[in-house]
């Protein structure tokens, strides 16, 4: 099928489960933040299957290809999977600063990193129980944690980001053999510290990475719209991408008006194309969507262009979040009938 659509990870929880606006006014959680939820904990887990089955039906209402859990057990996209780890006190947090430059509570590292059991593969088979199209499932890559974290251990950044790596790879492994179809690596500290991820950043991704056949994406991006509001016109770190063994790379192009054509630097991945914006909840229509895609497409064959949001949408009113998500299959449907019509021999 050419342009597929998908969601980059989160779909917005609902009120009754989390509290959005506690949620929404902090920074996102490095360590666990349990006092969010709105439900008693011997009833958090049924509510959040609840709730995981909405975001389910949500998406393929909407008409996606490849749907995602929508990330409603999580508080943050990295937090469940950092602090479930050895090697953390969670107890006595350390602080990192966040990419808006703020001091935030963050994992600290007294011992050396390992995944003690899988984190996500029963929400995987929860997921894969509940769909019958294409599923993706996210996980935390090694060098944002490690940018999430304070090393009071390792000699290293980079022998910790190897150690993340390995707990990764683990995961990734469990995740494929629990019938995973996508599995995605959030990477967006890459893009917020350029300069650490070339010196090691893409080794601890490729390690993550070894001996992996499924299909896997790296997610890279300017920050979550609702947090971060400026962008750039161009990414600081993405053509270095081309040389990870990730078959898929999901980047940003809505919100930061991208120049696309750095993606002529992508050259055998598929690409993710962000074309929903959401720093604004007004739902844009499925020509300004296509047009967005129409931009990258002079760097990268239709083929190899997935349609996604720029980021997650976790923090957009679900509304919102459904109509955009409509809008874009409905310019995904455009795509194909303008380059099904091409394809006609003269």
């Known amino acids: ?109 007294v011992g050396r990193i390992v995944r003690r059991h899988a984190v996500e593969v029963d929400d995987l088979r929860f997921l ?39 707990a990764v790879n683990a995961e990734i492994r469990d995740l494929f053999a629990a019938g995973a179809d996508v599995v995605q690596i959030d990477e967006p500290y890459m893009q917020a510290r350029p300069e650490k991820a070339r010196q090691y950043g893409l080794n601890a991704l490729n390690r993550a990475l070894e001996g992996i056949t499924g299909t896997t994406a790296v997610h890279i991006c300017f920050g979550y719209a609702a947090i971060i509001h400026q962008r750039p016109s161009g990414y600081s770190f993405l053509p270095e991408l081309a040389q990870c063994s990730c078959k898929q790379v999901s980047i940003e192009t809505a919100q ?39 931009r990258a497409l002079p760097y990268i064959a239709p083929e190899n262009v997935i349609l996604a949001p720029d980021c997650g949408m976790k923090y957009l009113p679900r509304d919102s979040a459904i109509g955009k998500l409509r809008a874009m299959v409905a310019a995904a449907k455009m795509l194909r009938e303008e380059y099904a019509q091409r394809a006609l021999p003269a």
């Open 1 to 109: 099928m050419l342009f597929p659509t998908t969601i980059v990870g989160s779909f917005p929880q609902p009120e009754w489960l989390i509290d959005r606006a506690k949620l929404a006014g902090r920074f996102p959680p490095r360590v666990r933040a349990r006092e969010l939820w709105r439900i008693a904990p011997e009833f958090l887990e049924e509510a959040q299957n609840d709730a995981t089955v909405m975001a389910i039906r949500a998406q393929e209402e909407a008409g996606l290809d490849i749907v995602s859990d929508g990330e409603i057990r999580r508080e943050s996209y990295s937090n469940r999977f950092a602090t479930a780890l050895d090697g953390v006190d969670l107890d006595n947090p350390g602080s990192a600063l966040d990419r808006s430059g703020h001091p935030n509570p963050v994992p600290r590292i």
């Open 128 to 166: 894969r129980a509940h769909t019958d199209r294409q599923v993706k499932i996210t996980v935390p890559g090694p060098f944002t944690m490690l940018q999430q974290a304070q090393n009071d251990f390792y000699a290293s950044e980079e022998e910790a980001a190897m150690d993340y790596a390995a």
């Open 256 to 294: 930061s008006n991208l120049d696309c054509s750095v993606l002529r630097q992508l050259e055998g991945k598929r690409v993710m194309v962000g074309c929903i914006d959401l720093s604004d909840p007004v739902v844009e229509s499925p020509e300004k969507i296509a047009g967005r895609i129409r």
